[in-house]
């Protein structure tokens, strides 16, 4: 992609062209009635619908990259994806060359359970999967006896049994670091479960909910819930803290490893290098992957 303006010839006159330009968004949505965030043929996703309005006010195809594709019912605070667009667009009177114009224009046309919070220009280089660093989300878990607070239901899941923070903290700290979590994934041919798990904690908020940090370089289909299940049970005191230790053993799906509702887990960051390091960045990405999936370390 060039740096540098082009021009073309249009009905006689000489016509100013502007390269095409990357442009950066942070998402926030609510997933309870999207069918997770990736298009799929019939069915209400984030990203079509995303796709879909940014192509009516920019008049031209929009394709999304995004940080994290999430779930059925996985909400989102901090999700960030990148599409490019003709820089002709940037200059049309409603834009006028600030991609933050973009903001109001979009809240007035998505549906209220999808914002776009923040559009910005990136280098060209930047690419919202593999430039990122790690992502982090965060899981509500209400364990009174009635469930989750009618006002917090659409983002808090409901266990069914009393659990002990300090059990699941315990448990926790056993998974942190560079694993193969396949355990903890469902199987997605050719995908590495290889993770470096960099946070996971809990706490109970003043209204007694149970909340977890969780934050990894990436993460694997169903990895997250997976996680809260596993350190659930042991809560509970079905398991032990050593049980969740041992599942990072195993190379394949454990049937013994619940996976939590969707409606507890939203992504709530990404982190990136600075602009001048988002092509080094991409290089690492896919030279680590690469190297795990050479060594044979592939969910199956």
């Known amino acids: 992609m060039s740096d540098e303006p082009v021009t073309g010839v249009s009905g006689g006159g000489l016509r100013h062209f502007v390269s095409p330009v990357r442009l950066r968004m942070q998402i926030g949505y609510d997933g309870t009635d999207f069918a997770g965030w990736a298009r799929q043929p019939g069915q209400r996703t984030v990203c079509g619908v995303l796709e879909q309005t940014l192509s009516t006010i920019v008049r031209e195809p929009v394709t999304l990259t995004v940080a994290g594709r999430t779930d059925a019912g996985v909400h989102a605070t901090g999700q960030v994806a990148h599409f490019d667009v003709s820089g002709e667009v940037l200059q ?30 990136a280098p060209a280089e930047f690419d919202a999967r593999f430039s990122a660093l790690r992502r982090h989300y965060e899981y509500r878990l209400a364990d009174d006896p009635w469930g989750a607070e009618p006002v917090a239901a659409r983002t808090t899941a409901a266990w069914t049994r009393p659990l002990n923070v300090d059990r699941m903290q315990q448990a926790s700290a056993e998974l942190v670091g560079l694993n193969d979590f396949a355990a903890f994934c469902r199987r997605r041919d050719g995908a590495t479960t290889v993770r470096d798990l960099q946070q996971f904690e809990w706490v109970r908020d003043d209204y007694g909910v149970l909340v977890a940090q969780v934050s990894a370089d990436a993460f694997c289909w169903s990895m997250v819930r997976s996680l809260v299940g596993a350190v659930a049970v042991v809560g509970e005191g ?15 799906r454990s049937s013994e490893v619940p996976v939590a509702p969707a409606c507890g887990l939203s992504l709530v960051g990404v982190d990136y290098p600075p602009d001048e390091q988002v092509a080094d960045r991409n290089s690492v990405t896919r030279e680590v992957r690469s190297a795990i999936d050479s060594a044979g370390c592939c969910g199956d």
């Open 92 to 121: 049309t009177r409603s834009i006028a060359g600030e991609p933050a114009n973009l903001v109001r224009r979009l809240s007035k046309m998505l549906p209220p359970d999808v914002r776009v919070k923040d559009v910005e220009t």
């Open 238 to 252: 079905r398991r032990t803290p050593e049980w969740c230790a041992g599942l990072l053993r195993q190379r394949v």
